[in-house]
């Protein structure tokens, strides 16, 4: 299964570069007549919107754990001929992993051990990939049998613990409808004034595009593990409780 990443660039580079033909792509990956009615209705004039969405949204958690992977899209677009944009995606993801190797082989050199040597508990992220708690143990003394944690308290360290995912803020971003509404909840995560404008202006005053780089901006200069509590916090003092539900009951 591809990362979270991953996709996040290919649906970035698809919206980008390919959205006038985002309903054939849609329809290639088993979108319904519906489905891409109902999304055009939502979206109305905003073709990049509309692929982003189809991909980051209804796609995704229809395929997710079968067929929600980088390879897939690539076949669709080899299928319908966009091979630019296919080997844009490919060169981009490919970049992206050698980066992430190297990081890990930079700190497998630091440590002198393998990440794969550790047990980290508790908890995993949206798409499961092991969550660091600052408690390793090394696997030889591991107990064959693990204490169960107290239910509560589990998902209290979750909670705590977990970094934003990319889809989460592709969620949250689609259930922000105007850009008054981006506004406040970027004032509200305390980023100015003119930050907040300017990522505006570079996404072409789309809502849900300026949405995601406002949370991606917060995102990045705050600590993961106070980043769900922030933003709980924010969207509460806008009464978006919607939005703090759906983060306080999902995976992120």
Not at 85 to 114: F, M, R
Request: glycine share 4%; hydrophobic share 35%; net charge negative.
């Amino acid at each position: 299964m591809s990362s979270e990443q991953e996709l996040l660039i290919a649906f970035d580079i698809i919206a980008d570069t390919d959205s006038g033909q985002w309903e054939q792509i849609a329809q290639k990956l088993g979108a319904t007549a519906n489905d891409i009615r109902v999304i055009k209705a939502e979206n109305p004039g905003d073709i990049r919107q509309q692929c982003h969405v189809y991909l980051s949204d209804k796609w995704y958690q229809a395929a997710y754990g079968k067929d929600a992977t980088v390879e897939r899209l690539c076949e669709v677009l080899a299928e319908l001929r966009l091979n630019k944009t296919k080997q844009l995606i490919k060169d981009k993801v490919s970049k992206l992993k050698t980066h992430q190797d190297e990081g890990a082989c930079s700190s497998k050199t630091q440590t002198g051990k393998s990440h794969k040597e550790y047990i980290v508990k508790p908890g995993t992220s949206s798409m499961g990939y092991v969550m660091p708690t600052g408690h390793q143990i090394e696997e030889e003394d591991r107990p064959k049998k693990q204490t169960v944690l107290n239910l509560e308290e589990n998902m209290q360290n979750k909670t705590e613990q977990k970094e934003l995912s990319d889809i989460t803020i592709s969620k949250v971003s689609r259930m922000l409808p105007t850009i008054d509404e981006v506004h406040q909840l970027g004032a509200n995560l305390e980023l100015s004034h003119d930050d907040i404008t300017s990522i505006q202006t570079n996404n072409r005053d789309s809502v849900y595009m300026t949405a995601i780089n406002v949370l991606q901006a917060w995102k990045h200069k705050t600590p993961s593990d106070q980043q769900l509590r922030k933003l709980i916090a924010a969207l509460e003092d806008m009464v978006k409780m919607n939005i703090v539900q759906l983060l306080k009951t999902s995976g992120l």
